[in-house]
């Protein structure tokens, strides 16, 4: 009985896992160019001294929010697929989607 439940569940875990959406367009795990794939993290992804923000979703535009340091006004950014540079760590703290297309 406990392992017939057991497989149940898990099927049920399973088929849950596969067919649930990504929360926002940029957590797909496409990049338009292949040297790419697994390269990057998708939306914040800070390299060395460079702030890039990536997004993998292939097929639309969205809106990020770059927050900066030192007091400087963040703003928003419309992004295509792939990586985009933002600019420089020094000046750029974070990057993250707002939730709208472009």
Known sequence: MRTQALKVIGGTLAALALTTAP???????SADNPADVGAAT?????????????HCNSN??????VERHSGLTGYDKCVP??????????????????GKTC
């Open 23 to 29: 929360p926002y367009p940029g957590a797909t795990a």
């Open 81 to 98: 697929p792939g990586r985009t540079y933002l600019g420089s760590m020094s000046v750029i703290a974070y990057a993250h989607y707002i």
């Open 60 to 65: 639309v535009h969205v809106v990020i929010r």
């Open 42 to 54: 998708c939306g914040w992804d800070p390299v060395a001294n460079d702030a890039y923000y990536n």
